[in-house]
């Protein structure tokens, strides 16, 4: 069955702190991974990954990809406030020559002043 | 575990008709959205709504697209006249309360295909 788990599913830390999200993945012909925070009520997207071991980098965060263990990790350095929200992982792979687009439940992060 | 569920899975339709893609959210859930994902791009917000109105609604959702709540359970997305480029995942989300730290629950999409 095809699945994305996140982990944590809730996390406070406080400013400045460097967190982890962590997302792993089952799903049949794998296609690409994406992250995405959601603040509020639209989901932003932050990263699109189809490559392991490319990092790619925006600002203060980054996020790498291993096919091989099939996971993918978000790293946010010298957290802020404005970071506090919600961050999906979401995967595209296709079965049966349809497409198809899982998401994680989520992790909640809280960055504490 | 409970979850949001879509149907159809996938639906083909010719242009110009009408399409409606039903939702059913998480039963204690009182915030619904739909979103679309057009292949290869980005996932793009389309409506939320609360209380048996729309709440917010983006550039996308025009004319063409409407909802509704007929019961107590569903929560349908109506495309009236469908175009070429209402191809997409379309993918509906609840959630327990509209602030921003309680998230939503995607359901895992209906793919719709325009010919």
């Known amino acids: 069955e095809d699945k994305v788990v996140q982990s944590p599913l809730s996390l406070v830390v406080h400013e400045g702190d460097t967190v982890t999200l962590n997302c792993s993945y089952e799903v049949t012909n794998f296609r690409s991974l994406l992250w995405y925070k959601q603040e509020k009520k639209a989901p932003t997207f932050l990263f699109m990954l189809?490559?392991?071991?490319i990092e790619k980098k925006s600002g203060r965060l980054s996020s790498i990809l291993d096919k091989k263990e099939l996971f993918s990790i978000l790293n946010i350095t010298a957290t802020q406030t404005g970071d506090s929200a919600v961050y999906l992982c979401a995967v595209e792979g296709a079965s049966n020559r349809d497409d198809k687009i899982i998401f994680g439940k989520g992790t909640r992060l809280h960055i504490l002043p | 575990e409970p979850e949001v569920t879509q149907t159809p899975s996938h639906q083909v339709t010719q242009m110009g008709q009408e399409v409606i893609l039903r939702c059913v959210p998480i039963s204690n859930h009182l915030y619904f959205y739909w979103y679309r994902q057009i292949l290869g791009q980005k996932v793009e917000f389309l409506v939320s709504?609360?209380?048996?109105?729309?709440?917010?609604k983006s550039e996308i959702f025009d004319d063409q697209f409407s909802v509704e709540r007929p019961d107590g359970s569903n929560f349908t997305l109506k495309i009236r006249s469908t175009k070429l480029e209402d191809s997409a995942m379309y993918f509906c989300?609840?959630?327990?309360?509209?602030?921003?730290?309680?998230?939503?629950?995607f359901g895992p999409g209906t793919r719709l295909t325009v010919l």
């Open positions: 189809t490559s392991s071991g």
């Open positions: 989300a609840s959630s327990i309360s509209g602030a921003s730290e309680y998230e939503q629950f």
């Open positions: 709504f609360y209380n048996n109105e729309i709440s917010e």
